[in-house]
């Protein structure tokens, strides 16, 4: 294999480890207030993380969210930031979940269950999650809102990349 094959197939596997998931949806909302954001990601919730789970061991998927304002020409400013903490402690004695919420550090919701669909959607989706006033947006601007999910323990790619699944929704701010 030539040198330039194997630059061109690291390169592959790297971009292959950052790509977006076909099945990411980000939905913005914006009201009158404020700005909030849907999103699933349903590809993270693999038959390996049901695995991991079952075992007992704690998992964990951080959620980055940005809301940036596109800049043409220059770096994109970013507006608001939220880190969303989602934890999952299976009990094999009693067979029910233990899920945790945390967003920007703090404790928001935690619920027991022994529901797999639940815990999957629990793990994989957020409704409703607000990131900031609208008074910190300026009319007529596009901007967009990118979610970086990772996960714990981490499934990683060939030479220890770790695996992220991101996604971006884009929107033009008109009150």
Known sequence: MSRRTAICSLLLVLF???VAAD?????????????????EMGDVYSPDVRETISSGLRTTFTYDIELRMLVPGWVDRT???????????????TRRHILTRLVDGRTEDALETDDETEVKRWLTAI??????????????????VRVTGRQRPQRSF????????????KFTFVP
Request: aromatic letters at 10%.
């Open 79 to 93: 507006i608001a930031t939220k880190t969303v903490v989602m934890t999952d402690e299976y009990d094999n004695l």
């Open 16 to 18: 292959a480890a950052t």
């Open 23 to 39: 099945s990411v949806r980000i939905v913005p909302i914006v009201n009158e207030r404020q700005v909030l954001v849907n999103f």
């Open 158 to 169: 060939p030479l220890g990349w770790a695996a992220r699944v991101t996604g971006q929704a």
């Open 127 to 144: 409704y409703r999650l607000p990131l900031c006033a609208t008074t910190k947006l300026e009319r007529n601007r596009d901007y967009y």
